[in-house]
C-alpha cells in the first residue's frame, strides 16, 4: 500500500495566478509558506520557514484566485507531485516539486478588516496576536505521561 498525502496550513507568499489551458480547464498556482520552531542542540529557539509550490484545478482555482490573495491564510490537502523538463537555455533537466491540491480551506481574514462577527477594538487584536503565536513548554513530554 502506497500512500501520497499532503496537508499544509500557511500563508500564501505572492498573489495566485490563474490560466486557462488548451482545453478550456482553468489552473491556478501560488506558493505558501509554512513555519515551526524548536530548540537547537544548545537548546536555543529556532524558527524555520518552508516554501511550497501549489496547484489547484477548476472551480476550486477559480475560486482561490479570486477571494485569496499573498499573506492570505490558507488549508491545503493533496499529493506531491515532481515534473521535469528541459531547459533549452541552460541545457539542464530541471524539477520543481508541488502539491496538487484536491482540497482547499480559506483561513482568517486579514487582521485589517472588521466585520459584524469580529469587533475591532485593541483587546480583541490583542488576543489575535496570542492565538498566533504558540508558545512550547520548556519541557520535554514524556510518552508514559499521556494518559491514552
Given at each position: ?29 501560488f506558493s505558501i509558506a ?104 520548556d519541557e520535554q513530554i ?7
Amino acid at each position: 500500500m502506497y500512500l501520497n498525502k499532503a496537508i499544509l496550513i500557511g500563508n500564501l507568499t505572492r498573489d495566485p495566478e490563474l490560466k486557462a489551458i488548451a482545453s478550456g480547464n482553468k489552473v491556478c498556482t501560488f506558493s505558501i509558506a509554512t513555519n515551526r520552531t524548536y530548540k537547537d542542540a544548545n537548546g536555543v529557539r529556532q524558527e524555520k520557514t518552508d516554501y511550497h509550490n501549489i496547484v489547484v484545478w477548476g472551480k476550486t482555482a477559480e475560486n482561490v484566485a479570486t477571494y485569496m490573495k499573498k499573506g492570505s491564510q490558507i488549508l491545503i490537502e493533496g499529493r506531491m507531485e515532481t515534473r521535469s523538463w528541459d531547459d533549452a537555455a541552460t541545457n539542464t533537466k530541471k524539477y520543481r516539486t508541488e502539491i496538487i491540491a484536491d482540497t482547499v480551506q480559506f483561513g482568517s481574514k486579514s487582521t485589517g478588516t472588521s466585520s459584524p462577527s469580529t469587533p475591532s477594538s485593541n483587546s480583541s487584536s490583542k488576543k489575535e496576536e496570542e492565538i498566533d503565536t504558540i508558545e512550547y513548554p520548556d519541557e520535554q513530554i514524556n510518552a508514559e505521561d499521556i494518559p491514552f
